[in-house]
T-cell receptor
């Protein structure tokens, strides 16, 4: 079965510093991979997704992620973090059902930004 | 396009009571999903509708849970005889195809 591991529960970075959030997945075939962001009490906003092609994908808000098949990873990066990036970040892998598609999420990483 | 709407945003109920949540998807989206998110965890899939047909249900969806999507428009999720373990954020999402999900802001349920 598909699974996603986000090894870091909390990460704290200084404003302006670079950020990397780790994500490892388990999936037999070529995965569909996603990063979502969730602000407190809010729903999920899609940052970026990987389906195929270029392994470095660009997303919204200056985020990017790199798919590495050999490492089963899809890490999220941002070169310079802003205070408004403080939120919880979820990595997810797409999983086909008999009908439709579902997302399997990791447990999330809470990002704190210090000024 | 006003996005996916969920109502209510917050619900506090006593254990044993029944609760019902509503989700209004994006109007042209024929696929609708319910997910549950407990504290410190990522969302977990509960059930999936394509138009009015409920095509997938997770084992997480016990007999106390029922979901409907009459006429393929809005959807309701009902929990009967609520338990403290039902306390969670219930998220609805809709899509037109594939993984093009749009999530609502969720309904936070607290069972006391």
């Amino acid at each position: 079965a598909q699974s996603v591991t986000q090894p870091d529960i909390h990460i704290t970075v200084s404003e302006g510093a670079s950020l990397e959030l780790r994500c490892n997945y388990s999936y037999g075939a070529t995965p569909y991979l996603f990063w979502y962001v969730q602000s407190p009490g809010q729903g999920l906003q899609l940052l970026l997704k990987y389906f195929s092609g270029d392994t470095l994908v660009q997303g919204i808000k200056g985020f990017e992620a790199e798919f590495k098949r050999s490492q089963s990873s899809f890490n999220l990066r941002k070169p310079s973090v802003h205070w408004s990036d403080a939120a919880e970040y979820f990595c997810a892998v797409g999983a086909s059902m008999e009908y439709g598609n579902k997302l399997v999420f990791g447990a999330g990483t809470i990002l704190r930004v210090k000024s | 396009d006003t996005g996916v709407s969920q109502d209510p945003r917050h619900k506090i109920t006593k254990r044993g009571q029944n609760v019902t949540f509503r989700c209004d998807p994006i109007s042209e989206h024929n696929r609708l999903y319910w997910y549950r998110q407990t504290l410190g965890q990522g969302p977990e899939f509960l059930t999936y509708f394509q138009n009015e047909a409920q095509l997938e249900k997770s084992r997480l969806l016990s007999d106390r849970f029922s979901a409907e999507r009459p006429k393929g428009s809005f959807s309701t999720l009902e929990i009967q005889r609520t338990e403290q373990g039902d306390s969670a954020m219930y998220l609805c999402a809709s899509s037109l195809r594939g993984y093009g999900y749009t999530f609502g802001s969720g309904t936070r349920l607290t069972v006391v």
